[in-house]
């Protein structure tokens, strides 16, 4: 990490001047540009003044950022081809997110695996088809182009009991796929 460039960058994002840095931390003007710069490195304690003047904590200065991948293509996709559905996996790592979402394929007379209880929350919504969303033993019909947005208090999983493929694109809270 370069501890001058980090600095600079949140001086920057704080919309600091250099003088009001130092003013800040009881620091001359010319040893902040020097530390950003990289010409001199601070104390440890001079470091921690400086973070705590920019509203951070050491901690935080040195926590790295993730340059977290935002867009995924098919080309990152893992696709598990079970006996009873095919699920697409369309944000690799996604039990390490908030939301897990995948994309179901079910062939007729196919199902889901059933999902037991949980503190979380669903969404789906039916790309192709028509699939029968099964809660406890009771089904509810869910048609092409129609969503369904469950809580996971009870046993459920997904049913196609047509003649045609379906399709559901599915979101858990937490992952639990």
Same mark, same amino acid.
């Given at each position: 990490?370069?501890i001058?460039q980090?600095?600079?960058?949140?001086?920057?994002?704080?919309?600091?001047?250099?003088?009001?840095?130092?003013s800040?931390?009881?620091?001359?003007k010319?040893?902040i540009?020097q530390?950003?710069?990289?010409?001199?490195? !601070?104390?440890i304690?001079?470091?921690?003044d400086? /973070?705590?003047?920019l509203?951070?904590? $050491?901690?935080?200065f040195? +926590?790295e950022?993730?340059?977290e991948?935002?867009?995924?293509?098919?080309?990152?996709?893992?696709?598990?081809?079970?006996?009873e559905?095919?699920?697409?996996?369309?944000?690799?790592?996604?039990?390490?997110?908030?939301?897990?979402?995948?994309?179901?394929e079910l062939?007729?007379?196919?199902?889901?695996a059933?999902?037991? !209880?949980?503190n979380?929350?669903e969404?789906?919504? /039916?790309?192709?088809g028509?699939?029968? $969303?099964?809660?406890?033993? +009771?089904?509810?019909v869910?048609?092409?182009?129609?969503?369904?947005?469950?809580?996971?208090?009870?046993?459920?999983?997904?049913l196609?009991?047509?003649k045609?493929?379906?399709?559901?694109?599915?979101?858990?809270?937490?992952p639990?796929f």
């Open positions: 990490m370069e001058g980090r600095i600079k960058q949140l001086r920057t994002q704080n919309k600091l001047t250099l003088e009001e840095l130092a800040r931390c009881e620091l001359s010319g040893f540009s530390v950003e710069r990289d010409l001199t490195s !601070p104390s304690a001079t470091l921690s400086i /973070v705590e003047a509203g951070i904590n $050491l901690a935080q040195f +926590k950022e993730r340059n991948k935002l867009i995924f293509t098919q080309e990152d996709f893992f696709v598990d081809e079970k006996e559905c095919t699920i697409h996996w369309i944000v690799p790592n996604a039990q390490k997110n908030d939301m897990e979402p995948i994309l179901l062939k007729p007379d196919q199902k889901s059933v999902i037991t !209880p949980h979380g929350e969404f789906g919504y /039916v790309l192709s028509k699939v029968c $969303l099964v809660i406890n033993n +009771k089904r509810h869910v048609k092409k182009g129609q969503t369904f947005y469950i809580k996971g208090l009870y046993d459920h999983y997904i196609n009991d047509t045609s493929d379906a399709k559901v694109l599915w979101v858990c809270n937490p639990i």
